[in-house]
Structures are given as structure tokens and as C-alpha cells.
């Protein structure tokens, strides 16, 4: 009796280990990756574990990045089972296969950071496999976007947007003259949509930027139902100057992009550079066109207790 009593426990505490064991085997995921708007074969490149989806460190530097077979062999020291990445400008950082921990090095080889991973590094059929968002965003730069409706992983390179914005800062005053406006507006309160066209407008680009701007705004709150002059009206000594917005294009030149970028999500797609952010209960994003950056077309979101609001505009520059 005693001798089954053993024999059960052990199946018993047998079958209780095998789903952490199958759980450890990363298997492949059916995720897709875009890099920059291409297609990027990511069969065995990318996989999911218990705890975090980790992407092969050969295939993204080699297939994506353009390295070389030999250039990616001289990150590994099967010594020490450690990897030496580029990271930032010029410096390095060493990933060592089993441990959480990572140490950032400088261009001259000192040791100026350890950060710590979500998980280790480890080897899957002796390919390198890092953690996915880690390798691609801490290391790289890179913005990551996961589109769970088509399960499409973007990846867009900061050089990559770096170069449509300036396209875009390389416009000059006179290269265009005017800005047609056309776009639709879709309301839906408590389930009972309503769509309504919003009039197509032709900006003159040459004009004064304060009246741009009315007649921007004009426009918007028309398809609104509102009167842009009542709205004023309840703003005492309304003046642009105040908004620093009577400069034109001036102060778009100088602003620094970096922090925004954080927490933007960044897509590549039909030509265009796709830029979205979220939030509670809104969202707004702005398509560039990729051969000269300039602006396309926005979208904006809100819904608030059963109340949902959709404005999307399109701009044709000529």
C-alpha cells in the first residue's frame, strides 16, 4: 500500500511540473514584423516564452540592419557567453547570456550604466535571443507598435523618422501656395450615428497666419454646429500673439521632438508615416507623407458616456 501511496504522489507531482515545462519552451510566434514599412521574414526570429516574447539578436542586426555574418560573430564571446551590442552613440553594451543584468559602456570603454532586463538573454538552438522590446527599443531606439487586429508588429528607426520631419523642415515658405481641406465628421450618441461632410476648403498660404488659423477653425467648428465668433466673443482681448502662434512656421523648426516621441506610436504604411497617441477615452493621429513630409491627414477620437466623436481630415498641398 505504502509502495502505490509513493508511486501516485510521484505521478501526482510529475504531472504538476509539466505545464511550467512546457510553458519554459519558447515556441514561434505568429506575430508578422514590419520594419520601417517592409515586410520582414520573422519565421524562428521572433518567439514567446512564459514571460516575455525574445527576438533573435542575429537575424534583426544581420537581416534587418544590414551588419555582416562576420560583424555579428564578433559580438559573441563563447568564453565568457556574453554579447557586446552597439548602443547609443558610439558606445556598447554587454549582454550576458543566463543573467538579467546588462552594463553600458561608453566609446572609450568605461562603464557608465547597468540596467536590468525582464529576462535573460539565452540560447535557442545556439541562436542568441534577446527580450523583444528591450533589444529593439532600449538598444536600438527604435519605436514599437503591436497592431493586435492584424498582429503586426511595426518597428520604425528613429533615423527614419528623423528623415521624413526633415523633409518636412526643408520646406520652403514659397514652395506651396495653398492647402485644400476636406474631411468628414461622424457623431454617435447613445448608438445613433450621424455623419456629416465637412465643406472642403481652400487655405491661402499666403496670407497672414492668424487668418489661416480663423479660417481653420471656422471651418472645424462649422461642421460642428458652432459659431467660431460666440466662441470668441467669450474670450476677453482673444489675441494670437499671446499664443505665440503668429510666427508661422518659425517655431515648428526649433521644437524638440524627443520627449513627444516617447510616447507616440509610429507606423509605416501606403506611403505614409502614420504618428498616433492615445488616451483615456481619446485619440489623435496625423499621417506625413514620406517623399516630403509633409502633413496628410488627421484623425481624432473621443468618447465619453455613450457620446463618440470622430473628425478625420484630409490636406492636398498644391
Known sequence: MKRLLSVAIALILAVSLLPAAF????????????????????EGVLLITADSNIMQLRALFQDLLGYTYDDVEEFWDGDARTLTVPFGDNGTIVLTIGSTEAVVYDEDGEEIDTLTLAIAPQLVNNRAYIPFRFLCETVLGMKVYADINTRTIHLVSRDFIDEVFAKLMDIEEDDYETITVTGTLFMSLFGIPHTEEITAMVIDLTADPEDILMDVMETLFGALGLDIDDLLGMVEDFDLDDLGLSDGLDDIADF????????????????????????DGAAISFAFDLDNGLPVGMALSVEEQGVTVII?????WA
Request: aromatic letters at 12%; a negative charge; hydrophobic letters at 50%.
Open 256 to 279: 524638440d521632438f524627443t520627449d513627444l516621441i516617447k510616447d507616440l506610436n509610429f507606423v509605416v504604411a501606403d506611403g505614409m508615416l502614420l504618428i498616433g497617441y492615445a488616451m
Open 312 to 316: 478625420t481630415i484630409t490636406l492636398i
Open 23 to 42: 510553458a519554459a519552451a519558447p515556441v514561434p510566434s505568429s506575430w508578422t514584423i514590419e520594419y520601417n514599412g517592409e515586410a520582414f521574414d520573422s
